[in-house]
């Protein structure tokens, strides 16, 4: 076993206690390498089921006590991303049931299913680190969803409102629609996971642990959370590459045309409110710093799956 193989079974095996001692940087390294050598649908959800880990096994206490001790502007910047994930992982999950029905195989029906499952238990993670660290009184999960939705992200709002509730209704409305299929999957998986959600964790985790705060509940937790995102992206890398290499010129054109209708969007997702940098420079990073990652990963995938954006 060289040093590479070591920290990817490390990482394949990691318990959520032992989620501290992982970078994300060698978390994400499961989809570079799923690239070189693509496991199965099954493979998949064999990790799946080696790597689950439940929400009510995280201590929150040492977030807890250095969420009190921050000043309430240091509060603001700091649930900004936050508010984006909590909403996006509830979208995700209400949204995913109708590519399930959609599946053209029981090997990627089962795959979608375990997904659906992990995308529930991410919502209940932001739901459980939203009572115990900054503290509200909603009364259940749709009255904080609502109080904290992010407003003011119109890019954020078109996607995860508009956008994606829309290919999962066509897919409802028609399970055997796979060009429709094909597109949800660029949306979901490609732009949504891949391109946004992985940059925010990248990002999110990287400062967490330059600041010694990876002994934290959200670090551990947020790190299983990027775990089963790597599952999740390596899905989506695999179904469209099969797709455009079965009939590329029914499904490039679709997978295309789907990223260029959401560049903007992944933008203006990443605009802070109020166009205010001190969203991204008070952790020292900056928003260009951010879209680069967004579109370096972007491409990474595209040239995988066997697209070329620029064509
Ligand atoms: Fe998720
Ligand atoms: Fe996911």
């Not at 070591?6 to 990482?11: A, L």
């Not at 318990?15 to 994400?28: A, C, F, H």
């Amino acid at each position: 076993m060289d040093v590479q193989d070591r920290i990817d079974e490390k990482v394949a095996s990691a318990t959520l206690k032992e989620m501290g001692d992982l970078r994300i940087d060698d978390v994400l390294a499961f989809i570079d390498r799923g690239i070189e050598s693509m496991p199965s649908y099954m493979d998949l959800y064999r990790r799946w089921e080696r790597q689950q880990w439940a929400v009510s096994d995280l201590d929150f206490g040492p977030d807890r006590e250095s969420w009190e001790a921050m000043t309430e502007e240091g509060k603001k910047y700091a649930i900004w991303i936050q508010r984006l994930f909590f909403n996006g992982e509830e979208r995700v999950t209400a949204t995913l049931a109708p590519f399930i029905w959609a599946a053209p195989t029981p090997e990627i029906e089962i795959f979608l299913t375990t997904q659906m499952v992990d995308e529930a238990r991410h919502a209940v993670f932001f739901d459980r680190w939203w009572r115990e660290v900054p503290g509200t009184d909603a009364k259940d999960m749709r009255t904080l969803l609502d109080e904290v939705r992010p407003t003011v992200n119109e890019g954020y709002n078109e996607l995860f409102y508009d956008r994606l509730p829309g290919l999962s209704q066509r897919l409802a409305s028609d399970p055997t629609d796979i060009e429709s299929l094909v597109a949800g999957v660029t949306m979901y998986h490609i732009v949504i996971e891949a391109t946004l959600a992985l940059t925010g964790q990248r990002f999110a985790l990287e400062t967490m642990r330059e600041q010694d705060e990876s002994h934290f509940g959200f670090y551990k937790g947020f790190t299983a959370v990027a775990r089963d995102e790597s599952r999740h992206v390596n899905f989506g890398i695999k179904f469209l590459q099969e797709a455009v290499r079965e009939d590329p010129g029914r499904f490039g054109p679709i997978v295309q045309r789907t990223l260029v209708e959401c560049l903007p969007l992944i933008s203006g997702t990443l605009e802070p409110p109020d166009g205010d940098q001190r969203y991204y420079s008070e952790y020292g990073r900056s928003q260009e710093e951010f879209y680069e990652y967004a579109m370096t990963s972007l491409n990474k995938r595209l040239a995988a799956i066997g697209i070329n954006l620029a064509a």
